[in-house]
């Protein structure tokens, strides 16, 4: 499921994100991915080491965290730290799939399920640089306005298309879900969103109880 998280900063925070950014160096992307996907991949990162690092990260991570449309969507069991990265200058990154596994700060390995782009950059600013994601569907081209996020099943291929003008900064993370499969976690969604607009048309009727319960009950068998 390719979902649209409209709003996960104001435009002050982006703006305040942007701000720290520009004012700290920035590394070579290829280093931090496997081989196959590092020769595919030209852009800059915000290094781990940078001073501005930590707090930038932990601010997008809580931000999505208290989202409600991701916490439905995502069931987050974990979330690895953002990362941050600037595409510029004919910058790419050409089709791959993220690598299962990712380690978390303590090494310990973390299942990626959903990633996660958060654009920090509106779409304006730069020429190209479209995130494109295919599915069974077909291929979905995606820019989004600074402060809101896509998110989409880790087992897609993907890309970045070339950045020809301006720059694309954006946020990006990997979560492992409470629930392994991708099917499973949309009916999930579609099910809260739906008991979400009965609850507002009906209040808490013995049928929106009764569903609510079926939500959480699905919930216990699948949640590992
Ligand atoms: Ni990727």
């Known amino acids: 499921m390719l979902l649209h998280i409209p709003q996960v900063l104001t435009k002050q925070e982006v703006a305040q ?3 720290e950014l520009a004012a700290h160096a920035w590394v070579d992307g290829a280093h931090s991915s496997g081989a196959q996907a590092a020769s595919r991949k030209r852009n800059l990162q915000l290094p781990a080491d940078s001073p ?26 974990q979330m690895l730290t953002p990362m941050f990265n600037c595409y510029a200058g004919g910058g790419r990154y050409g089709n791959h799939v993220d690598s299962a596994i990712q380690r978390d700060a303590q090494g310990k390995p973390v299942r990626t399920d959903v990633s996660t782009t ?46 020809t003008a301006g720059s694309r900064i954006a946020s990006f993370l990997w979560s492992e879900s409470l629930v392994r499969d991708a099917w499973q976690r949309k009916m999930l ?15 808490d009727s013995e049928e929106v109880v009764s569903l609510t319960s079926t939500y959480h009950n699905l919930l216990r068998q699948w949640a590992q």
């Open 17 to 19: 994100i942007r701000g």
């Open 52 to 77: 501005v690092y930590t707090g930038l990260a932990r601010q997008v991570a809580d931000a999505l965290a208290r989202h409600p449309l991701f916490a439905s969507a995502v069931l987050p069991r």
């Open 189 to 203: 969604f579609d099910l809260d969103m739906n008991i979400l607009k009965l609850r507002q048309q009906l209040g």
């Open 118 to 163: 958060l654009f920090l950059s509106e779409p304006e600013e730069y020429e190209g640089g479209e995130l494109i994601v295919e599915d069974t569907y077909g291929e979905h081209e995606i820019k989004l306005e600074a402060g809101d996020a896509i998110i989409y099943p880790a087992t897609s291929l993907h890309r970045v298309e070339p950045v």
